[in-house]
């Protein structure tokens, strides 16, 4: 295949990277920044860059690794100028907002095929300069169908695992959002609120994994977070809300000494995290 990357970030760059080293498909990239797809070349991260008017014609995917405002409006610009039968995708963090814009354009071109997809990595870093061909290695994908062509929908999951992926879960977009406002989303709000203590600048000696693990995500790109956060307040919020009630419940029986009480609350903590590695065990076997 002929495919298009829109957006040659760590994701998009990343894409490029893997698909050249794991596939025979050719990858055309495009970015805003001149010198990340300069770098694109240096790190073997697409072909060569995309000529809109004279490549992307004959595209038989588009990837759109861009930010889902961004993605929304790279969509209604090519659309128009993608032959029949040409697969666009985005990988963006809230499906929602994409999927609904995916539908519209359907029903204006429904000669094209669109898909939301999500694949589950990422690292605390942005850029081209730290993208990485392995980064899709044992990774799920979310994928979101809004056209229903079979074939192709085998297409977009083939490429996935052919750069390393796991294995790939189809849900609808609604279900998606619903579920990354508490894994993902919900993590980085957790990770940005814990580093913000005053004690975070003297730990060093004084911390292990503990610290490292739970500060990690900490280090993010504020546009991108800020936008995906508000577009799914309607999830995030309640899973905020929910942590709170709990943290609440933590420290009040320790600010009151209530022994027993905080042994009750750790070991339901403990439970919980049993419950819910079983249940990853558990889908890894289906």
């Known amino acids: ?24 498909n050719e990858v055309l990239g495009y970015d805003l920044d001149e010198s990340v797809l300069l770098k694109a070349d240096l790190l073997s991260a697409h072909t060569r860059a995309l000529d809109m008017e004279s490549d992307l014609p004959a595209v038989d995917m588009v990837i759109l690794a861009l ?16 032959k029949d039968g040409a697969i666009v995708m985005d990988i963006c963090g ?19 095929f669109f898909i939301g ?34 074939s192709k929908l085998s297409a977009v999951k083939k490429l996935f695992l052919a750069i390393g992926a796991q294995d790939v879960e189809i849900c609808s977009a609604e279900k998606h959002d619903e579920m990354i406002a508490y894994t993902s989303q919900l993590a980085h709000i957790v990770s940005s609120s814990y580093v913000k203590n005053g004690h975070s600048n003297e730990h060093a000696g004084f911390s292990a994994g503990s610290f490292r693990d739970l500060t990690r995500v900490a280090k993010l790109n504020p546009d991108m977070w800020t936008e995906l956060f508000l577009e799914n307040r309607d999830n995030l919020v309640g899973d905020i809300d929910e942590i709170i009630k709990h943290l609440i419940e933590y420290r009040d ?10 042994k009750v609350l750790l070991a339901d903590g403990v439970r919980q995290k049993e419950a819910a590695e079983n249940a990853r065990k558990e889908r890894l076997k289906d």
């Open 1 to 24: 295949m002929k495919i298009a990357i829109i957006g040659m970030g760590l994701i998009g760059g990343s894409l490029g990277r893997a698909i050249l080293k794991n596939t025979d």
């Open 94 to 112: 809230n499906k929602r907002i994409v999927v609904d814009e995916m539908a519209s354009l359907e029903a204006k071109y429904p000669n094209l």
């Open 67 to 82: 930010c889902p405002r961004a993605a929304i409006a790279s969509m209604r610009k090519l659309a128009p100028h993608l």
């Open 253 to 262: 029986a320790i600010a009151s000494g209530d022994e027993e009480g905080l």
């Open 117 to 150: 997809t999500h694949p589950m990595a990422g690292r605390e870093f942005s850029g081209i300069s730290h993208s990485s061909a392995t980064l899709f290695e044992k990774a799920y994908v979310v994928l979101t169908p809004v056209s229903q062509d079979i």
